[in-house]
């Protein structure tokens, strides 16, 4: 016959089975740390990778040899600066040459080419002050005073030609029409090649 307590206690013992919803919830914890567990040893891995590479790297920079190398790199660097800014310099310089009003010999031919057979340009006299350039002549025909200015305006080398009239000298035949004009050089002049 058996006894009854002992089966008592066997069913008092006994642990009640665990519901699915509880079952689903400890296996969703337990894949969530496994997934958190691989990505700390991940991360740590990866860590002591860098720590490796950092360290590697401080004994690569803290090399004498480099830091001559590097030292040497920095003062080409230096002097290539500061040759780039002289050559800036340099550069700027040029073009203000450039653009200043330059008397010169395409300048003195256009103006020799403008009189023409009937005047007769007696001097030049030009500022480089102002850039000014004021000339001085006769002609026999009355009109060739004004008609050379008008020549002079023509030839596109000028900012503005000032003809001051002219001057009736002598009598007859042996008679001369004196004038003066003074002409402001465009900036640049000396660039100017083309003859007109």
Do not use: W
């Amino acid at each position: 016959m058996k006894n009854k307590n002992i089966d008592f206690l066997k069913v008092y013992n006994r642990k009640p089975e665990m519901s699915s919803g509880k079952k689903s919830l400890f296996v969703f914890i337990g894949a969530v740390a496994a997934v958190f567990g691989v990505a700390v040893i991940g991360m740590n891995s990866r860590l002591r990778a860098l720590d490796a590479q950092c360290k590697s790297e401080r004994a690569y920079i803290s090399d004498a040899s480099v830091q001559d190398k590097y030292a040497s790199y920095e003062e080409t660097l230096s002097e290539y600066n500061r040759e780039l800014a002289l050559s800036d310099e340099l550069r700027e310089a040029m073009s203000a040459v450039k653009s200043y009003p330059t008397l010169n010999s395409p300048v003195l031919r256009a103006v020799n080419t403008a009189a023409g057979d009937h005047v007769n340009v007696e001097s030049y006299e030009y500022s480089d002050e102002t850039g000014a350039l004021r000339l001085t002549g006769y002609s026999k025909d009355v009109f060739e005073a004004s008609n050379y200015a008008n020549r002079l305006e023509e030839l596109d080398r000028f900012l503005g030609v000032g003809y001051h009239g002219y001057a009736l000298e002598g009598e007859g035949n042996s008679s001369y029409y004196y004038f003066e004009d003074e002409c402001q050089m465009k900036p640049g002049s000396a660039a100017i090649t083309t003859q007109r």
